[in-house]
């Protein structure tokens, strides 16, 4: 199952098409919802990178990342401070959105998170949101 979604992500697929092409393939060889997550920005130094994550676990992640206990407005940015979930301690400022499924690019829960785009806050965010190698895909545990 995995090999099929590395090869789709080495095609070249990048941003909210491949988050979308992959949640729907992954979702359609497990035979359950899982989550992923995926820098959907270029990679490298940037100003602002975009991380998205769609699946059922994408409310509960973002609310973790935000230390709060409500969701944001559907479809609003709103700004916050993103924080590691395990220590507290504040990784970035940045417009976190909110799109709750079915009303969003995959149809599934989805969130993203604009943050600064230097290497280190990119890698925090991604390292926050779930374990294994940085660069690709990634499923929530």
Do not use: N, Y
């Not at 909210?16 to 060889?29: D, E, G, I, M």
Request: charge should be positive.
């Amino acid at each position: 199952m995995w090999a099929g979604l590395q090869a789709l992500l080495a095609s070249g697929a990048r941003g909210t098409h491949l988050v979308a092409r992959l949640s729907k393939q992954l979702c359609s060889q497990a035979g359950s919802r899982v989550t992923i997550f995926a820098l959907s920005s270029g990679h490298g130094k940037c100003g602002v990178a975009v991380i998205r994550t769609s699946g059922p676990a994408s409310g509960p992640a973002l609310l973790r990342l935000m230390a709060r206990l409500e969701l944001p407005r559907p479809r609003t940015a709103t700004l916050s401070l993103i924080l590691d979930p395990d220590s507290s301690e504040p990784l970035d400022r940045g417009l976190v959105l909110w799109f709750p499924g079915p009303h969003s690019f995959t149809g599934e829960d989805c969130a993203e998170l604009h943050v600064h785009g230097g290497p280190a806050v990119v890698s925090g965010v991604l390292q926050a949101l779930g374990p294994g190698p940085r660069g690709g895909l990634h499923r929530l545990q």
